[in-house]
């Protein structure tokens, strides 16, 4: 991290975990294309498939297929392509830029499915934190975001198939998987050597994937020894401490069940991206939504979806914890957020 700086935009990427960072450099020297038959090849496959039993393990999806892709993203158009999946316009492009956007949304951020069996529904919305009550046999669930701050198992979803991303849980970015139930399969979007069982051809990113295995391990460590319940004490104490000082300020999915993370504050009269630049003159790292869209300046299409008016919608901030944040860090940024509503407020 930067000198100075303090970073609370997990939910857009976690910080390389040291674990990660030792179990790639080590992959550097494995020598070997994992397709290959002789020793070096099977030395390099080998730290592939470890990594594979590692992700599938802290996912808990024993007998699940792992397509390891280049991230939730690609692993979202393998799974949606050509399907003709229903989904919600609260769901990441990756997946609604593929599917029917018809499925129905409250104003508390809950999805309204019609078939599960041909519906996508993300576990938990990245920019609101809140998280949606799964129900089994659906066609398509993004785990993105839940995937290690959530104790849930692909096993106990009983969907078809699941995206998931490395760098979410302190892995290294441009890795994640597809998950498949045993015995489905999927219709390769990238064709050639036949690599991933035949659904992603291409030479495996093996440095990648040593790394996401390790970060996968930790995370799931992490959630057992209660990491991330810490995490949402810190989360409830910054919440309320806004709340106390702006009356006016609204913190979507209050009440709900949310990543124990993710804090998004409207606060009506202050744009979003004005708030992200002055926390980031400040040396604070937040966003103002999906860091995939976050760089657009319009109202954020999630909070439209659960019923916020244009303009409260283009006033949200959203602040997401780590393992490594303090409370120390939590109060300098309430300190400095305050500061500058203050401020904001004199001028008006």
Known sequence: MTSGRTYLDYNATAPLAQVARAAMIAAMDVLGNPSSVHGEGRAAKGVMERARAQVAEAFGASGAD??????????????????????????????SSWGIRDLGVDEFGAVSCTDVRKNAVQLANSETGIVQAMQEGLAVV?????????????????????????????????????????????????RGG?????????????????????????????????????VAQLRDHLQAHLESEVQSAIS???????????????????KGETQVMQMDLAGFAVSAGSACSSGKVKASRVLRAMGYSEMQ????????????????????????????????TRAA
């Not at 979507?252 to 202050?270: D, E, F, M």
């Not at 006033?315 to 914890?321: D, F, G, Q, T, W």
Request: net charge negative; aromatic share 6%.
């Open 66 to 95: 792992i397509v390891f892709t280049s991230g939730a993203t690609e692993a979202a158009a393998l799974a949606m392509a050509g399907r003709d999946l229903h989904c919600a316009e609260i769901e990441h492009e990756a997946v």
């Open 142 to 190: 993004d785990a993105t975001q839940g995937f290690g701050k959530l104790p849930v198992a692909f096993n106990w979803l009983g969907c078809d198939m699941a995206l998931i991303s490395a760098h979410k849980v302190g892995g290294p970015k441009g890795i994640g998987a597809l998950v498949l139930k045993q015995g489905l399969d999927v219709e390769a979007r990238i």
């Open 194 to 230: 036949g690599q991933e069982m035949g659904r992603r051809s291409g030479t495996e990113n093996l440095i990648g994937i040593a790394g996401f295995g390790a970060a996968a391990e930790a995370a799931a460590r992490d959630l057992v020894n209660g990491v991330w319940d810490r």
């Open 252 to 270: 979507v999915g209050k009440g709900q069940t949310r990543l124990p993370n993710t804090l998004c504050l409207i606060t009506p009269g202050w």
């Open 313 to 344: 919608a283009s006033c949200a901030m959203r602040v997401s914890l780590g393992p490594d944040t303090t409370m120390d860090e939590i109060e300098r940024f309430a300190e400095a957020w305050l500061a500058a509503y203050a401020r904001k």
